[in-house]
């Protein structure tokens, strides 16, 4: 119950494409869906985070899309970049407060 | 020097040999945590400390031995590790130690390679 599962595992993007990344959770107690970032050789940085009492969360370029009754959300990167090249996990915040449950990941390349 | 700072970068040893792992936050946080990567799976808690103070051990061989002197130093000391263990160890920091009061902020970890 405790899983985040994360697709796809790679994906490969032109330059100026949508990515888009999903991920799907099993603990309906789960409250907060982060997504973080991370490049070659650093640690994971915070991206972008959503709270199941709304859908969607913009900031610039990337989009949150979250279905409740689904269990389901999702990252949506609109004009991708060649600097957007990392990968991507996100995670869903464990009942007991600060467990947070990450995905296994998923490598993004963008082709210029 | 600022954020959380992780030495060293890269660590072989030997499955007999003992050695540490540092971690130093200059955020001033009060929750520090370790986290174990390896490639195509998730990323794991290892330990959580809340103001010095152990709340969180995710089952973790006690191959693996945690310190955590004060908010901004956090150690994680190694010994008889298993090849198995090589892995990306990342420390991160937060305010408090649920992730929705603050986001995490991890250091950029230490490769650790077990011969």
């Known amino acids: 119950q405790q899983q985040v599962k994360q697709s796809p595992q790679s994906l490969i993007v032109q330059k100026g494409g949508i990515s888009i990344i999903n991920c799907a959770y099993e603990?309906?107690?789960?409250?907060?869906f982060p997504w973080y970032q991370q490049f070659p050789g650093k640690g994971p940085a915070l991206l972008i985070a959503?709270?199941?009492?709304?859908s969607e969360k913009k900031e610039g370029r990337f989009t949150i899309s979250f279905n409740k009754s689904a269990k389901q959300f999702s990252l949506h990167i609109m004009d991708s970049q060649p600097g957007d090249s990392a990968t991507y996990f996100c995670?869903?915040?464990?009942?007991?407060?600060?467990?947070?449950?990450f995905g296994a990941g998923t490598i993004l390349r963008v082709k210029s | 020097e600022t954020g959380v700072t992780q030495t060293p970068r890269h660590l072989v040893m030997g499955m007999t040999n003992k050695k540490s792992l540092k971690c130093e936050q200059h955020?001033?946080?009060?929750?520090m945590y370790w986290y174990k990567q390896s490639a195509k799976k998730p990323l794991e808690l290892m330990f959580v400390?809340?103001?010095?103070?152990?709340?969180e051990n995710n089952s973790v061989p006690s191959r693996f031995s945690p310190e955590c002197p004060n908010s901004s130093h956090l150690f994680l000391h190694l010994h008889t590790l298993q090849p198995e263990d090589s892995a990306l160890y990342l420390c991160?920091?937060?305010?408090?130690?649920?992730?929705?009061?603050?986001?995490?902020?991890f250091g950029e970890g230490s490769r650790l390679t077990v011969l």
């Open positions: 400390y809340n103001f010095k103070e152990q709340t």
């Open positions: 995670a869903g915040q464990g009942e007991y407060g600060n467990k947070l449950v």
């Open positions: 603990n309906t107690a789960f409250d907060y």
């Open positions: 959503i709270r199941p009492d709304v």
């Open positions: 955020l001033g946080h009060n929750a």
């Open positions: 991160a920091s937060s305010l408090q130690d649920r992730a929705d009061t603050g986001e995490l902020f």
